[in-house]
């Protein structure tokens, strides 16, 4: 199995991390940023995902189960 790592803390995804598959994709950045043109691929740990949405001004959860 390959190893992934979360792209803020560093640390290497386990189990949880891997199944929560906490990942944003973006082929092509477009204007307005310093990465114009450019390909994301942001994968997050559990934990950072949550920090992430609790430091947002708007909640962008939409549903709950």
Not at 1 to 19: A, I, R, S, T
Request: proline share 3%.
């Amino acid at each position: 199995m390959k190893k992934c790592y979360c792209n803020l803390c560093g640390k290497e995804m386990d189990f949880w991390d891997v199944q929560g598959e906490f990942s944003i994709q973006s082929f092509n950045i477009g204007y307005g940023s310093k990465h114009d043109g450019d390909a994301l691929e942001l994968d997050l740990c559990c934990d950072c995902m949550d920090d992430l949405i609790d430091r947002c001004k708007i909640n962008p959860i939409t549903s709950s189960p």
